[in-house]
Protein backbone atom coordinates (compact mmCIF):
# COMPACT_ATOMS: atom_id res chain seq x y z
CA UNK A 1 0.00 0.00 0.00
CA UNK A 2 1.05 3.66 -0.42
CA UNK A 3 2.51 5.61 2.72
CA UNK A 4 3.95 8.72 0.20
CA UNK A 5 2.01 10.46 -1.80
CA UNK A 6 3.55 12.93 -4.38
CA UNK A 7 1.59 15.85 -6.99
CA UNK A 8 2.14 17.14 -9.83
CA UNK A 9 2.77 20.99 -10.31
CA UNK A 10 2.60 22.36 -14.00
CA UNK A 11 -0.76 20.31 -14.76
CA UNK A 12 -2.92 23.83 -13.38
CA UNK A 13 -0.98 25.76 -15.66
CA UNK A 14 -2.74 24.14 -18.49
CA UNK A 15 -6.09 24.63 -16.81
CA UNK A 16 -6.27 20.74 -15.64
CA UNK A 17 -6.01 19.22 -12.32
CA UNK A 18 -3.67 18.17 -10.84
CA UNK A 19 -2.79 14.65 -10.17
CA UNK A 20 -1.91 13.00 -6.47
CA UNK A 21 -0.07 9.37 -6.80
CA UNK A 22 0.52 7.01 -3.37
CA UNK A 23 3.28 4.85 -3.74
CA UNK A 24 5.42 2.62 -0.96
CA UNK A 25 8.90 4.38 -0.71
CA UNK A 26 10.10 0.72 -0.04
CA UNK A 27 8.89 -0.53 -3.02
CA UNK A 28 9.29 1.59 -5.84
CA UNK A 29 12.24 4.06 -7.20
CA UNK A 30 11.82 7.75 -6.56
CA UNK A 31 13.78 7.62 -10.31
CA UNK A 32 10.49 6.35 -10.88
CA UNK A 33 8.00 8.16 -9.74
CA UNK A 34 9.59 11.46 -11.02
CA UNK A 35 9.79 10.04 -14.80
CA UNK A 36 6.04 9.35 -14.09
CA UNK A 37 5.43 12.91 -12.77
CA UNK A 38 7.10 14.48 -15.50
CA UNK A 39 5.29 12.23 -18.04
CA UNK A 40 2.37 13.45 -16.44
CA UNK A 41 2.46 17.13 -16.77
CA UNK A 42 4.18 16.47 -20.48
CA UNK A 43 1.09 14.98 -21.69
CA UNK A 44 -1.06 17.89 -20.21
CA UNK A 45 1.31 19.76 -21.83
CA UNK A 46 0.43 18.48 -25.04
CA UNK A 47 -3.11 18.71 -24.65
CA UNK A 48 -3.94 15.47 -23.26
CA UNK A 49 -7.12 15.60 -21.03
CA UNK A 50 -7.70 13.54 -17.93
CA UNK A 51 -11.05 12.85 -15.89
CA UNK A 52 -12.53 10.67 -13.99
CA UNK A 53 -13.35 7.71 -15.25
CA UNK A 54 -10.18 8.07 -17.65
CA UNK A 55 -7.75 4.94 -18.07
CA UNK A 56 -3.49 5.71 -18.50
CA UNK A 57 -1.27 2.78 -19.27
CA UNK A 58 2.10 2.88 -16.92
CA UNK A 59 4.19 0.47 -18.64
CA UNK A 60 1.97 -2.54 -19.17
CA UNK A 61 -0.48 -1.56 -16.76
CA UNK A 62 -3.63 -0.18 -17.57
CA UNK A 63 -4.43 2.43 -14.87
CA UNK A 64 -7.54 4.28 -13.57
CA UNK A 65 -8.15 8.29 -13.11
CA UNK A 66 -10.89 8.69 -10.08
CA UNK A 67 -11.98 12.75 -9.12
CA UNK A 68 -10.78 13.30 -5.76
CA UNK A 69 -12.83 15.64 -3.15
CA UNK A 70 -9.80 18.13 -3.27
CA UNK A 71 -10.22 18.93 -7.23
CA UNK A 72 -7.13 16.46 -8.08
CA UNK A 73 -7.31 13.48 -9.85
CA UNK A 74 -6.12 10.25 -8.26
CA UNK A 75 -4.21 7.21 -9.96
CA UNK A 76 -5.63 3.61 -8.98
CA UNK A 77 -4.07 0.29 -10.03
CA UNK A 78 -5.46 -3.13 -9.87
CA UNK A 79 -3.81 -5.18 -6.60
CA UNK A 80 -2.67 -7.75 -8.51
CA UNK A 81 -4.21 -10.43 -6.26
CA UNK A 82 -7.59 -10.70 -7.47
CA UNK A 83 -10.05 -11.37 -11.18
CA UNK A 84 -11.84 -9.65 -11.56
CA UNK A 85 -9.81 -6.53 -10.80
CA UNK A 86 -9.88 -5.02 -7.63
CA UNK A 87 -8.90 -1.18 -7.38
CA UNK A 88 -6.33 0.28 -5.22
CA UNK A 89 -4.64 3.99 -4.97
CA UNK A 90 -1.11 2.81 -6.12
CA UNK A 91 1.68 3.49 -8.76
CA UNK A 92 3.83 0.63 -6.73
CA UNK A 93 2.72 -2.63 -8.98
CA UNK A 94 2.78 0.05 -12.29
CA UNK A 95 6.05 0.97 -11.53
CA UNK A 96 7.88 -2.06 -10.46
CA UNK A 97 6.87 -4.11 -13.36
CA UNK A 98 7.71 -1.27 -15.86
CA UNK A 99 11.43 -1.42 -14.23
CA UNK A 100 11.58 -5.49 -14.36
CA UNK A 101 10.28 -5.54 -18.14
CA UNK A 102 13.00 -3.20 -18.71
CA UNK A 103 15.80 -4.60 -17.14
CA UNK A 104 14.39 -7.96 -19.26
CA UNK A 105 14.45 -6.71 -22.51
CA UNK A 106 18.03 -4.62 -21.96
CA UNK A 107 19.39 -8.07 -19.92
CA UNK A 108 19.55 -9.62 -23.38
CA UNK A 109 20.05 -6.26 -25.73
CA UNK A 110 16.82 -5.61 -26.20
CA UNK A 111 16.54 -2.35 -24.40
CA UNK A 112 15.94 -0.34 -27.59
CA UNK A 113 12.78 -2.76 -28.81
CA UNK A 114 10.76 -2.64 -25.05
CA UNK A 115 7.38 -3.31 -26.38
CA UNK A 116 4.67 -2.94 -23.31
CA UNK A 117 1.56 -4.83 -24.08
CA UNK A 118 -1.55 -3.54 -22.49
CA UNK A 119 -2.94 -5.45 -19.31
CA UNK A 120 -6.15 -5.34 -20.52
CA UNK A 121 -5.68 -6.94 -23.78
CA UNK A 122 -5.98 -10.55 -25.10
CA UNK A 123 -3.68 -13.43 -25.10
CA UNK A 124 -4.18 -17.25 -26.59
CA UNK A 125 -3.36 -19.25 -23.37
CA UNK A 126 -3.01 -23.01 -23.62
CA UNK A 127 -5.58 -25.91 -21.80
CA UNK A 128 -2.75 -26.91 -20.06
CA UNK A 129 -0.99 -23.55 -19.16
CA UNK A 130 -0.11 -23.21 -15.64
CA UNK A 131 -0.75 -27.10 -14.43
CA UNK A 132 3.68 -27.68 -15.26
CA UNK A 133 6.20 -26.48 -13.56
CA UNK A 134 7.87 -24.94 -16.85
CA UNK A 135 5.80 -22.93 -19.86
CA UNK A 136 7.04 -20.94 -22.86
CA UNK A 137 5.77 -17.32 -24.02
CA UNK A 138 6.01 -16.34 -27.55
CA UNK A 139 4.92 -13.16 -28.86
CA UNK A 140 3.67 -12.94 -32.39
CA UNK A 141 2.47 -9.83 -34.53
CA UNK A 142 -1.54 -9.42 -34.29
CA UNK A 143 -3.60 -6.10 -34.06
CA UNK A 144 -5.32 -4.72 -30.93
CA UNK A 145 -6.33 -5.49 -28.51
CA UNK A 146 -4.64 -8.63 -28.63
CA UNK A 147 -1.68 -7.84 -26.91
CA UNK A 148 0.54 -11.16 -29.35
CA UNK A 149 1.57 -13.44 -26.09
CA UNK A 150 0.55 -16.87 -26.41
CA UNK A 151 1.33 -18.89 -23.39
CA UNK A 152 2.14 -22.83 -23.75
CA UNK A 153 2.57 -25.61 -21.24
CA UNK A 154 5.75 -27.50 -21.64
CA UNK A 155 4.32 -30.93 -23.02
CA UNK A 156 6.09 -31.74 -26.15
CA UNK A 157 2.73 -33.50 -27.04
CA UNK A 158 0.61 -30.21 -27.58
CA UNK A 159 0.56 -28.58 -30.62
CA UNK A 160 0.60 -25.45 -29.61
CA UNK A 161 0.77 -23.44 -33.15
CA UNK A 162 -2.49 -24.69 -33.52
CA UNK A 163 -4.71 -21.46 -31.89
CA UNK A 164 -8.09 -23.14 -31.65
CA UNK A 165 -6.67 -25.56 -28.31
CA UNK A 166 -5.87 -22.39 -26.92
CA UNK A 167 -8.38 -19.66 -25.01
CA UNK A 168 -8.60 -16.28 -25.30
CA UNK A 169 -8.24 -14.41 -21.90
CA UNK A 170 -7.25 -10.92 -20.95
CA UNK A 171 -3.15 -10.43 -20.36
CA UNK A 172 -4.40 -9.65 -16.72
CA UNK A 173 -6.19 -12.51 -15.65
CA UNK A 174 -3.32 -14.64 -16.77
CA UNK A 175 -0.51 -12.79 -15.39
CA UNK A 176 -2.88 -12.72 -11.87
CA UNK A 177 -5.03 -15.68 -11.94
CA UNK A 178 -2.81 -18.15 -13.40
CA UNK A 179 1.15 -17.40 -13.73
CA UNK A 180 2.76 -14.36 -12.72
CA UNK A 181 6.12 -15.71 -13.72
CA UNK A 182 5.07 -14.06 -17.06
CA UNK A 183 5.15 -10.61 -15.78
CA UNK A 184 9.00 -10.09 -16.38
CA UNK A 185 9.30 -10.36 -20.04
CA UNK A 186 6.03 -9.24 -21.34
CA UNK A 187 7.53 -6.35 -22.75
CA UNK A 188 9.79 -8.27 -25.23
CA UNK A 189 9.37 -7.68 -28.89
CA UNK A 190 7.11 -9.23 -31.30
CA UNK A 191 9.24 -12.68 -32.72
CA UNK A 192 10.28 -13.22 -29.30
CA UNK A 193 10.21 -16.43 -27.26
CA UNK A 194 10.65 -17.29 -23.33
CA UNK A 195 11.27 -20.76 -21.81
CA UNK A 196 11.04 -20.37 -18.31
CA UNK A 197 12.18 -23.83 -16.55
CA UNK A 198 13.72 -24.20 -13.14
CA UNK A 199 16.98 -23.37 -13.91
CA UNK A 200 16.36 -20.50 -15.72
CA UNK A 201 14.97 -18.62 -18.72
CA UNK A 202 16.22 -19.40 -22.25
CA UNK A 203 15.12 -16.12 -24.53
CA UNK A 204 15.19 -16.51 -28.23
CA UNK A 205 14.54 -14.32 -31.05
CA UNK A 206 13.10 -15.31 -34.65
CA UNK A 207 14.63 -18.65 -32.55
CA UNK A 208 17.72 -17.85 -32.02
CA UNK A 209 19.13 -17.86 -28.34
CA UNK A 210 19.90 -14.34 -26.71
CA UNK A 211 22.79 -13.83 -24.86
CA UNK A 212 22.45 -12.59 -21.45
CA UNK A 213 24.70 -9.80 -20.72
CA UNK A 214 27.00 -9.92 -17.41
CA UNK A 215 25.71 -8.15 -14.34
CA UNK A 216 22.26 -7.21 -16.38
CA UNK A 217 18.79 -8.13 -14.15
CA UNK A 218 18.41 -12.06 -16.03
CA UNK A 219 22.25 -12.93 -15.03
CA UNK A 220 21.94 -12.00 -10.97
CA UNK A 221 18.49 -13.50 -10.50
CA UNK A 222 19.56 -16.40 -12.83
CA UNK A 223 23.42 -17.02 -13.20
CA UNK A 224 23.51 -20.06 -15.42
CA UNK A 225 20.63 -18.48 -17.70
CA UNK A 226 21.90 -17.88 -20.82
CA UNK A 227 24.61 -19.79 -20.76
Known amino acids: MADLEVTTA????????????????????????RFLVKTLEQSVADGARF???????????????????????????PDNIHTPIWWIDSINHSLIHRRLQRGVCASVGRQNE?????????????QCFGETDGFGMRRFEVDEPHSGWM??????????????TC????????????E??????????????????????TILADGEQLEVRPGSLLARNFPTSGR
Open 10 to 33: RCSEYGHPEFRLGYDSDLVFEDDV
Open 51 to 77: EDGSTIQIGWMTTRVRAASDGTLSIQE
Open 114 to 126: VDFPASLHDAWVC
Open 151 to 164: FSCDDPGHDHSDTS
Open 167 to 178: ARMQLYEVAVGI
Open 180 to 201: PRVIPYLALPVGTTALLRAEGP
